[in-house]
Every structure is written in structure tokens, then in C-alpha cells.
């Protein structure tokens, strides 16, 4: 029987090992945008499987998923304590507790009036040469960022954002990220891009710390980031790693109306409106 079989039923324990630390994985994979690393581990895992009677092969597919599995680690080692610490203190009676788990926000909500007062907030901040960076959290939870910040519940004016990004302010640095229509966390620190190729329309000079957060944080998460420049004033919109530069007024609206009121259902915008 294979129970008697020690090395059968201890290739069964690191299989079963292995499959959990995959589906955490696929966790990583929604957040960070590292879907070709989990994609090549989980196919590493299934030739690992398919190699279960040959030692040779099942040992260097082992040995290549614990690679990867560290290299993950190495390279996301916040993340990874937060999602566990954050896994931690889910209770286990929620209906949503894989969403959140897998930190997916389905709780957008957002108007066109939230719309219109961001993007004239925006343009009041460039008018007066205020260095801004601005993140809207969609589907994927900003929570990590958030917690690294400071705590705030508040509407979004532009008195607010005046406040927070004036250089005398002690939140002047890092970014305001807004959820749900309401400013929650400012002086968040976003992994910033050091790729000297950058996706960038518009551009004639070199990007400083704030484009670069806000080129970053969108690369790894399906946010949107806006940027007013200190030097220029110029206004920039931020959706994958592209970044759109030196916007119109109507521009801008056009482009945050597009990816956030376009993509929440009907009914809620429906409710929204009334």
C-alpha cells in the first residue's frame, strides 16, 4: 500500500504543501501583475505532478517551484507579511471572505459629481504650482498602502487636497489615494518605477519621484494615479503603466470618466444620481 512507502507519502505531503502555496500565489498574481511568474510555477507544478514516478525529474521540477517560490518572496516580502497579518484577522463567517482575501474590491462607488470636483480640485492645485500625486483605488485593494499611510475621512475638495499637498503640510509627500468617491489615506508611499523606458506621451523632460510612483502603482494594480507636476503644473493621467501628460480639464475628465463611472453597474450609478 502507499502508506507503507515513505517516499510516496512525503512526494503526497509536498505535493499538497505545494498546491497551497500556489493558490496563495494566485493571490500575487492579482495584486502585483505577476501573472507569468505564477502561470510558469503552476505549470512547473503540474510537470512535478505528471513526474510523480521518476525521482529524477519529480526532485528538479521541486526544486525549480521552490525557486520561483523564493524569488516571489524576495522580491514582495511586504506584501507578503501583510497578506498574512491581513489574512489573520478575516472573519471566517463573511460571505466575501475569498474576495477579500484576494484583496478584489467590489464596493465601487463612485458620481460624476465626485468626477467634477476631482478634476476641479486638479486643476486648482496646478494653477497654483502645488505638487500633487492622487491614486483612485478600482477593483484591487489599496489596503497595503493605505495602512502605510495616514488615516483620513474626507470628501474630496479641493480645499482638502490643499491642505494635504501644500509644502509646509507634514502630508505633503507620497499620495492621497481616494475610495469610493472619499479621500481615506495620505503621505502613502507607491513602489516607484526605475525603468528608464517609461510609456510616457508627451514628455520633453525627465520624470521625477511622483511620475514615476504614479506610473509604478498602476503597473502593479488596476488604479488610476493623477499628477500635478511642482516644476511645470502640468496635469498627468496614469492607467497601466502609460502615462498621459500635460491633460486639458476636459481631457482629464474624459479619461477618469471612462475607466471608473463606465465600469460601475447601472443600478449603481442609477442610485448614485438620484
Same mark, same amino acid.
Given at each position: ?65 521552490? %525557486? ?63 505638487? %500633487? ?52 489615506? %495620505?503621505? !502613502? ?48 493621467? !496614469? ?36
Amino acid at each position: 500500500m502507499i502508506w507503507d512507502n515513505w517516499e510516496q507519502v512525503l512526494k503526497i505531503v509536498v505535493i499538497l504543501f505545494l498546491m497551497l502555496e500556489n493558490i496563495i500565489l494566485l493571490r500575487f498574481s492579482v495584486i502585483n501583475k505577476v501573472f507569468r511568474v505564477v502561470v510558469f510555477k503552476v505549470l512547473t507544478f503540474g510537470a512535478l505532478i505528471l513526474s510523480f514516478n521518476y525521482p529524477f525529474l519529480f526532485l528538479s521540477f521541486l526544486f525549480l517551484n521552490l %525557486a520561483i517560490s523564493f524569488f516571489v518572496a524576495f522580491i514582495y516580502q511586504p506584501e507578503f507579511r501583510f497578506f498574512f497579518i491581513k489574512s489573520s484577522q478575516l472573519n471566517l463567517n463573511d460571505s466575501n471572505i475569498i474576495k477579500r482575501l484576494f484583496g478584489i474590491n467590489e464596493n465601487l462607488a463612485v458620481s460624476a459629481k465626485f468626477i467634477d470636483e476631482l478634476v476641479e480640485s486638479v486643476y486648482d492645485l496646478s494653477s497654483k504650482n502645488i505638487g %500633487a500625486l492622487i491614486v483612485i483605488e478600482r477593483k484591487i485593494s489599496l489596503d497595503y498602502y493605505i495602512n502605510n499611510g495616514y488615516s483620513i475621512n474626507s470628501d474630496v475638495n479641493g480645499a482638502i487636497l490643499e491642505s494635504i499637498f501644500n509644502k509646509h503640510s507634514p502630508l505633503h509627500d507620497g499620495a492621497v489615494i481616494i475610495r469610493d468617491g472619499k479621500i481615506v489615506a %495620505a503621505k !502613502c508611499f507607491l513602489p516607484i518605477n526605475t525603468s528608464d523606458v517609461l510609456d510616457v506621451e508627451g514628455v520633453g523632460y525627465k520624470l521625477g519621484a511622483r511620475h514615476r510612483a504614479a506610473i509604478g502603482i498602476t503597473q502593479t494594480t488596476d488604479a488610476i494615479s493623477i499628477v500635478v507636476s511642482e516644476t511645470t503644473s502640468a496635469v498627468s493621467f !496614469c492607467l497601466d503603466g502609460k502615462l498621459l501628460y500635460n491633460l486639458k480639464p476636459e481631457e482629464l475628465y474624459e479619461n477618469i470618466k471612462r475607466e471608473i463611472l463606465m465600469n460601475v453597474p447601472f443600478e449603481k450609478i442609477e442610485k448614485l444620481s438620484s
